[in-house]
């Protein structure tokens, strides 16, 4: 099902465009497209440095079939690789492990180090002889993905066309300098994931807008208003939404989470929640950022991996607060899940046209529908 | 009289079993020194392989001198970051 005159109407003013077509939603061809045009020619987000917090921790990631291994090197930086061996193409590393000394593949143990180097082929010029004139170990070292780590998320861009980390974001990474300061994650109460049976990109979608708050978060409405936000869509790059009168959680003692250090007078009371596109959804507080990667498993089915940072370590936070914080998101995030699922069930519907936007309130969600038809139209015009 | 080679078959299996990696790089340098004495040279690149790829995998400071050994063989090039 190939829909490039549906994109046209998507491309189009927020006033006059449709919502990407329904096959974006539903039809497993365009799923695989979108894998290639969209997850794979962008950063998209795969893991947490955290995870990975030790020199050679090493953990397997499948992004949406692709085996990735994340390996933190001697000199602490974080390497991506692809997951395969350079011999038979067996799988390197099937479960999130130390490695102590090399990667050794498990089918004939040709070794790797930490930097992807092939470090030994045992047998390879006979029994006893690891060397052969046709095997230049130089030149099957394990082959590395692009990968640049931000605010502990680690980005790929698997087909290493894109533009650089910091050149596709450099509008974000401005609007958010100051918040570039270590960060801590809060533990492991501070970790959980959510499954979803929804196509990755209406997490996205429900993510970008406040339009819903009332109806779907009431709990939030008493101090965060729909008023109280604004939007933020930048065409081309990112969107999401900000608030005006972010409280900061009180433990019933008086406790509150410390800040980071520097802020301006804005983020007081103000709080940004964006969508960094492809998969990675943000959000900045005085006292805390989170990040939520969405898992893209399948044509409908998404884990939301969410992360929330501090501006120091866990034992120096006040106690419970953590835990409070935690569950304070989870319940936003869990009031989301109906409505993620329900759009991806009401795409079922064939006479569906992708939907009619508010011109005042649905920008930021027009502005990535905007974004994946430029790149579908982007990737089509390259394979035909 | 001991079987020397099914002692040690057993014992490699049984580290190999429980992926001791130590053990495993032990039992086969002794295999080589044994070899040696034997002075059968493609036995003892044999176990000294077998050896150094358990040193390396499991990081031991060992891995150096095996490769040494294998690189005066012929049989290994030499990895000079090993010996830091
Ligand atoms: S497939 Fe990895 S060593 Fe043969
Ligand atoms: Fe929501």
């Known amino acids: 099902m190939n829909a490039p005159a549906g994109l046209k109407t998507v491309l189009k003013d927020v006033a006059k465009a449709k919502g990407l077509p329904n096959a974006h939603y539903i039809d497993p061809a365009v799923f695989e497209e979108e894998r290639h045009h969209v997850l794979y020619a962008n950063w998209a987000g795969i893991g947490f440095g955290k995870d990975i917090p030790e020199i050679g921790d090493a953990k397997p990631v499948d992004f949406l079939g692709m085996p990735l291994l994340l390996v933190r090197d001697e000199d602490g930086a974080i390497n991506v690789y692809q997951n395969t061996c350079r011999h038979r193409g067996m799988i390197l590393v099937e479960e999130p492990q130390k490695i102590r000394g090399a990667i050794r593949c498990p089918y004939h143990s040709w070794c790797y180090t930490l930097k992807g180097a092939l470090r030994t082929t045992p047998h390879v010029g006979g029994p006893g002889t690891n060397i052969h004139d046709d095997i230049k170990r130089d030149e099957l070292g394990l082959l590395r993905v692009r990968a640049h780590v931000w605010q502990d998320v680690v980005f790929v861009n698997i087909d290493g066309q894109a533009a650089p980390f910091e050149e596709a974001n450099a509008g974000l990474l401005e609007r958010w300098k100051e918040f570039e300061k270590p960060t801590f994650h809060g533990g492991a109460a501070a970790s959980f994931k959510l499954d979803v049976k929804t196509n990755w990109k209406l997490a996205v979608e429900n993510y970008c807008e406040s339009y819903h708050l009332p109806w779907v978060h009431p709990g939030l409405n008493s101090y965060s208003r729909l008023e109280d936000h604004y939007h933020i869509e930048e065409r081309g790059f990112y969107s999401g939404q900000g608030t005006l009168v972010y409280r900061q959680l009180t433990s019933e003692g008086g406790a509150v989470f410390p800040d980071f250090e520097g802020l301006s007078d804005k983020w007081d009371t103000g709080a940004e929640y964006i969508s960094v596109y492809p998969n990675v959804l943000m959000g900045v507080h005085r006292d805390h950022t989170y990040a939520i990667i969405l898992e893209p498993v399948a044509l409908a089915e998404t884990v939301e991996h969410i992360e929330i940072y501090y501006a120091e370590p866990p034992e120096h936070l006040p106690d419970g607060l953590v835990e409070a914080n935690s569950k304070q998101w989870k319940e936003v995030f869990v009031e989301d899940v109906f409505v993620v699922e329900g759009m991806q069930k009401g795409r079922q519907g064939i006479l569906f046209d992708g939907g009619k936007f508010s011109p005042a309130m649905d920008g930021p969600t027009h502005n990535f529908h905007h974004w994946v038809a430029t790149n579908i139209e982007a990737g089509r015009a390259k394979s035909a | ?84």
Do not use: I
Not at chain 2, 46 to 68: H, I, R
Not at chain 2, 69 to 82: F, K, P, S
């Open chain 2, 1 to 84: 009289m001991v079987d020397v080679r099914s002692d040690l078959d057993a014992a490699l299996l049984a580290a190999h079993a429980k992926g001791d990696g130590f053990e495993l790089s032990r039992l086969y340098a002794d295999a080589a020194d044994q070899a040696e004495r034997d002075q059968d040279t493609d036995a003892v690149c044999f176990f000294l392989t077998q050896a150094y790829v358990s040193a390396l995998e499991t990081g031991l400071p060992s891995a150096s001198v095996l490769n040494q050994r294998l690189v005066q063989y012929g049989r290994e090039v030499v990895q000079a970051d090993l010996m830091s």
